[in-house]
């Protein structure tokens, strides 16, 4: 299931252009076209037909195409201002607006594959816009405000709002240091494999309950969240397939799915459990209990 480093290449690669595809900002979409009818939860596809991609943007794991109308149905006279010209473009931008859930992904391609379009727009060079989805979990919004969507998400754990004192400011309760950074109303993005990877960059038990850490490791989780997140995004943009669907490959992770497999960084044997009904992989030894 993509997290945040793989739905942030995603919009990378849609902004400038990447893994050999070109970028989607700048391009007009000359017709947009639902193929399977589950994809589109609400809005219109024809109201971004005609429209120009002026940027890609992403909120917690829900990606945000913004479409500018044709500036022949929405020119603005002459006398207008460039600065309020701006301003009245980004606020009359239709919005799609993408989850990918477990296997949605979009790509700008030459042709449209053969299998698992749900959705595709086709732009003014001919090229496509395709978002694919074997599992068909993935959905689709259009909107002129995306705002209501993201309603009740936490802090972006790579802005500045991200910091130990809203971990600190979480440490009630019982619950376990993994499910609170599954919690997407306290910090978006981490899902089960990079909530056990940042865990074992900072030494922590999963198990150990939020309260109980001290400010120091608040301190230390927090750096290994941001480290983990970072360093994530940065080896996404140099691969050209999700690291966990490549099933071919060695696992390139420290802990995540690794159960029962040596520690990368001291050969004990990883221990697994279920934690909030996921399954959470840690090293006793790099991160003991206490
Ligand atoms: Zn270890």
Redesign the pocket.
Known sequence: MPELPEVDTICWRLREGGHGEPPLVGRTLVSVDVDDDAVLRSGDVAAARGGQVVDVTRRAKWITIHVAPTPTTKRTTAKTASSATAQSTRQSTIRLLVHLVMTGDLHVVPAVPARFVRWRARLDDDAWLVFTDPRRFGHLDVTDDDAPFFAGLGVEPLSDDFAPALLAGARRGRRAVKTALLDQSLVVGLGNIWADESL?VAGLDPRRALADLDDHELVRLHGAIKATLQQAIAEAQTELVWRYGNTAAPSPFRVYDRGGEP??????T?SSTKLAGRTTVW?????PAR
């Open positions: 074992h520690c990368r960084g001291c050969a004990t990883l090293c006793p030894r790099c991160q």
